[in-house]
């Protein structure tokens, strides 16, 4: 009886101790549950493509994505409504405070090097342009009559830009803002006095429907500012320019994580940094946060 009695307390105590199953049967874990992401529109391509990959590798798991431009989407991470935010920069010192004072620390993980592409029409005979050009753009100053179209007036790549130049508002002449990275490069196709700028990954890796619209810009050539990596020739965003640092308009890509737990956000962070999630930016045109190394083994067959 003493026995019996002893093996009922037992299995009551671990049955107390089990962790209850949301209602959907699905445990949460760094590979299986829920997760809600805010994602800077600029970078909703490659995130897909990740996504993708990860839930084949983890079926039971389940994004929920809010897409938006810097500005819209980073009231929503500092007010805790969603925890995982995908950004090009870092929280700024106040920023990761407010987190900190609700005794959370924010984790960061860069993750990809995106490169932002200026793009004219093809029938446009000028391909190249410097730093300085730009810059002289955005202070509106400039004399060579090119003008910049962006994708929206709050993403992360007018910010961007705006942060190399040193300015607060943009001249009255010269700077355009449409909606979407789509719409740059529509514009840029049907129009051949302007210079488009885009993520690199909007022109390798998008819709079908793009094509026709893709087949009509090219990828102009930038030179840097003189002293700095990339002033001795016009270098296009291709990949190799993106990973060994010479193409001029480089930004990372950083998943931020304040979940406070061990969850889903976390696996997935620490997913996009594995061998499996870099070749995928590897894939997608993008510059990877680290190449995977290759070992080659060598057998002597005498």
């Known amino acids: 009886m003493k026995n019996l009695s002893f093996i009922l307390l037992l299995t009551v105590f671990i049955a107390c101790k089990q962790k209850p199953k ?14 809600s992401m805010l994602v800077d529109e600029s970078f909703s391509e490659v995130l897909a493509d990740q996504i993708e990959v990860f839930k084949t590798d983890y079926p039971d798991t389940k994004f929920t994505i809010i897409e938006g431009n810097e500005q819209k989407i980073l009231p929503t991470f500092l007010n805790d409504s969603v925890r995982v935010i995908i950004l090009s920069r870092m929280l700024t010192a106040d920023e990761d405070k407010m987190y900190r004072n609700r ?7 860069r993750f990809g090097i995106d490169g932002i592409a200026l793009i004219t029409n093809n029938e446009n005979p000028d391909s190249n342009i410097t730093v300085n050009e730009v810059i002289e753009i955005l202070k509106g100053s400039a004399t060579s009559g090119k003008q910049l179209v962006f994708d929206n ?7 961007y830009f705006k942060d190399l130049a040193g300015i607060k508002a943009l001249p009255a002449k010269g700077i355009y803002t449409l909606q979407t990275n789509n719409d740059v490069i529509k514009y ?22 793009m094509a026709v619209y893709l087949e009509k810009v090219k990828m ?20 190799a320019n993106l990973i060994n640092g010479i193409y001029p308009f480089l930004r990372n890509i950083y998943i931020i994580n304040a979940e406070g737990r061990d969850g889903l956000g976390s696996g997935f962070a620490t997913w996009l940094v594995s061998p499996r999630g870099q070749l995928i930016v590897l894939k997608s045109g993008l510059g990877p946060h680290k190449l995977a190394s290759r070992d080659f083994n060598f057998k002597n067959t005498n």
């Open 22 to 35: 949301p209602a959907d049967g699905v445990e949460e874990t760094r590979t299986s549950g829920t997760v």
């Open 220 to 239: 102009m050539g930038v030179k840097n500012l003189k002293g700095k990596k990339g002033d001795d020739q016009f270098y296009k965003p291709i990949q």
């Open 103 to 109: 005794s959370i620390v924010p984790k960061t993980s």
């Open 188 to 209: 840029i196709a049907e129009n051949k006095n302007f210079v488009g700028v885009v993520g690199v990954n909007w022109l390798i890796d998008n819709k079908k429907g």
């Open 153 to 159: 007036a709050y993403s992360s790549t007018l910010r």
